[in-house]
Structure formats: structure tokens, C-alpha cells
């Protein structure tokens, strides 16, 4: 074909986001809404591509997770408040047990999320609940182990401490600078069987990829964990279900510095790597839940779901198996001479109150029972 032919060609660009495809619907279109945030939504859905000049996480919404409740997990001394005018009169001090208790309320729903940099850096570990009095996430501690010769050494020790006192159901580590902490965390695990810290310690690498289902197809695709994991922190700040503390601003400004520097050719964003550790320990803690706990993830992030009642305070919660307690990361159910709640799935016909009555609605219904 002739160079002159070549010039005189006409090219024409289309565009076509996803909802130009024949099979949307409203029902597509929630889901889109429920698997990314806005800005993934806007590059993955209205294929709008470019990088964004605001932080990756809502500013407003993440100065409204501040004001939520006054409680703090540091000593008067190491506050650093949000915000100026805070009364510290009555704050709530989740960190301090009451007395005789050495470990706190077993509660299943929650995680630890470690980020390890290089040798003699800081580690920065976070240790993330599921607050069903505000139907909401809520960070409960912070800790920074200063860097030092001996930085992992102390970070494993931290690990087994923390481990100990709040018995999370699952520690997700970056195992990209921290193979061999995880590898030590595992040992001590085997040795000391009733941590379980070798089975609920569990390593990633940021770059690595792990599977998952497309909104559209329904078919497994292979995406970039970094990305996943702060579009779901993402979506958590978004629908406003996290709890931040107004007394540490460390973690709040590092939320709201956090940026796309650039985006690959292959779409891949990259984020900003100074000052950024508590971010991904925060992702890392929320993973867990989204791994393992997607009930709970999807009440969420979704609007309409299953109700679920809890039977003393009436409020709506996750649906949710029995587990047992003192062995959260253990798929396995177990009968316990424990006062502890759990839930108990209610029966064809079962009611909250006297199982003999009938009920029109109790699909996928739980009910707060005893061991």
C-alpha cells in the first residue's frame, strides 16, 4: 500500500466504557460499585485514565473517621492530636485492661497487619477490629519498632507480645523485607501451638498476584495484590466504616499523603514509598478481613443484604458461623465451657427467642448464642 494512500487514511478514536457492553445492568453496575473505589471505578468502568492529584483516600472522610469516637491507644504523653480543640476529658483508653486482665475481650474479628522495611528501619505494626457497636472497623493499636541492629529480632518479640494479649484470628506480614520474621513467627508458632501463630501468621509480597472474580464474567482474573488491597481499603474509608483515633496523626496523615506517583503501561498505579509503612500495615490488617471474613466485608461495602440481628442489642451484624473463640484462625467448630458470644445459625422455623416458632423469614438469619 502507497505511503500516499497511508497519509490520506482517515483514523477514527472510539470510546466505549463498560457500560457501552450489551449485558450491563443495574444490577452489574452495583456490583462495579461494591468491588472498586472511585478512582478505580473511574479507570476500570469509564475507562478514565490518568493520575490523580488528590490523595488516594477520601480527605473528608477520613477527618470524619476521626470524630467518631474520642478514644485513643496511646499514653497522654505520646498524643498527637488531629485536631486542636480535642477534650481528652473523657476519652476512652482502649488500651489500658482492666484490672486482673492481661489479654483483651476475645473478639474473632480481629487482625494485625506488619509492615517490614529494610534492615534497620522501623516496623510498623496495627492491629484492626470489627466494632459491632458501630457496625464499623476500628484501629485499637499502633506500634512502631524503632529502628536499631536488632529491628527484626525486636519486631518478632513485639509479634508474640501483641499476639498474646489481643489473640487476632489472623497476622498478615509483607514478606517482601520480612521472610525471615515470618519464618521465625512460624517456628515460635510450632513450638507454642497454642498461639497458633503457624497457621494464622500468613506472608505477601506486594508485587505478587492473586485471583480475583471479575464483576462482569464471573471468571477468575489474575490482579496485582497493591492495587487490590488499597482499592478495598479504599472502599472501607469511602463508605465511612472505619474508626480512626482523633489522637494520632501519625497514621491520619499518612492516609491522607498517600498518592499515585505514576501509572504503567500496563495500568498498574504506583503509589508513593516514603512515609507510607502504617498505610500498608492498615491494608494488610483489612485484608484479613476480606479474605476471610467476606460476610462481613460485603455488609460493609454493600447496602442491601442479609439482616442479621444480634440478640441482646438488636443491632444488624455480619452473618456468621460459630467459631471457636480461643482458636479464631481454626476452621474447625468446637464445643466450649466458655462464657464468650459466638453465633449459632438459626434452624429452618427457628425464632431468636424459643426455637419452636415459626417464622415466614429466617434464611441466612444468626443468633448470638453461648458455648
Known amino acids: ?14 470510546y466505549h466504557p463498560t457500560q457501552h457492553n450489551p449485558m450491563w445492568s443495574d444490577a452489574m453496575e ?26 488516594v483516600f ?11 469516637d474520642n478514644y485513643t491507644y496511646f499514653d497522654k504523653e505520646f498524643y ?3 485536631w486542636p480543640d480535642l477534650d481528652d476529658s473523657n476519652v476512652k483508653k482502649v488500651h489500658i485492661l482492666p484490672p486482673g486482665r492481661r489479654t483483651y475481650t476475645p473478639n474473632p474479628f480481629r487482625t494485625i497487619g506488619v509492615d517490614w522495611d529494610k534492615a534497620q528501619a522501623p516496623t510498623s505494626i496495627l492491629v484492626l477490629e470489627y466494632d459491632p457497636s458501630f457496625n464499623k472497623f476500628r484501629i485499637i493499636n499502633r506500634t512502631e519498632i524503632e529502628s536499631s541492629e536488632f529491628t527484626f529480632d525486636k519486631a518478632v518479640k513485639k509479634i508474640i507480645d501483641m499476639n498474646a494479649i ?20 512460624k517456628i515460635y508458632g510450632k513450638q507454642h501451638p497454642e ?41 472501607l474509608i469511602e463508605r465511612g466504616n472505619l474508626i480512626m483515633s482523633p489522637y494520632d496523626n501519625v497514621i491520619f496523615k499518612q492516609l491522607i499523603d498517600y498518592r499515585v506517583e505514576k501509572i504503567t503501561a500496563a495500568g498498574v498505579p504506583v503509589y508513593n514509598s516514603n512515609n507510607e509503612h502504617f498505610v500498608d500495615a492498615l491494608g494488610l490488617a483489612y485484608l484479613a478481613f476480606v479474605e476471610h471474613f467476606p460476610e462481613l466485608t460485603k455488609l460493609v461495602k454493600k447496602a442491601s443484604h442479609d439482616i442479621v440481628y444480634s440478640i441482646n442489642r438488636g443491632s444488624i451484624l455480619p452473618t456468621y458461623e460459630k467459631r471457636d473463640l480461643d482458636n479464631p484462625w481454626e476452621d474447625k467448630k468446637k464445643t466450649y465451657e466458655s462464657s464468650d458470644e459466638a453465633w449459632r445459625k438459626l434452624g429452618p422455623g427457628e425464632s431468636f427467642d424459643r426455637p419452636s416458632r415459626r ?4 434464611r441466612n438469619k444468626f443468633s448470638r448464642t453461648l458455648f
Open 1 to 14: 500500500m502507497s505511503s500516499d494512500h497511508n497519509r490520506n487514511k482517515t483514523v477514527t478514536e472510539h
Open 30 to 55: 452495583e456490583e462495579f460499585r461494591n468491588t472498586y473505589d472511585q478512582n478505580a471505578y473511574t479507570h476500570e468502568v469509564l475507562a478514565e485514565f490518568g493520575v490523580e492529584e488528590a490523595g
Open 58 to 68: 477520601d480527605k473528608d472522610k477520613l477527618e470524619a473517621a476521626t470524630r467518631i
Open 80 to 82: 498527637k492530636p488531629v
Open 166 to 185: 489481643y489473640n487476632p484470628s489472623y497476622i498478615y506480614i509483607d514478606r517482601g523485607s520480612g521472610e525471615y520474621q515470618m519464618e521465625s513467627l
Open 195 to 235: 498461639t497458633g501463630l503457624d497457621k494464622k501468621v500468613k506472608g505477601w509480597m506486594f508485587s505478587e498476584k492473586i485471583d480475583i472474580q471479575d464483576p462482569v464474567t464471573g471468571v477468575l482474573e489474575k490482579k496485582h495484590l497493591k492495587p487490590f488491597m488499597v482499592n478495598q481499603l479504599s472502599i
Open 359 to 362: 417464622l415466614s423469614h429466617t
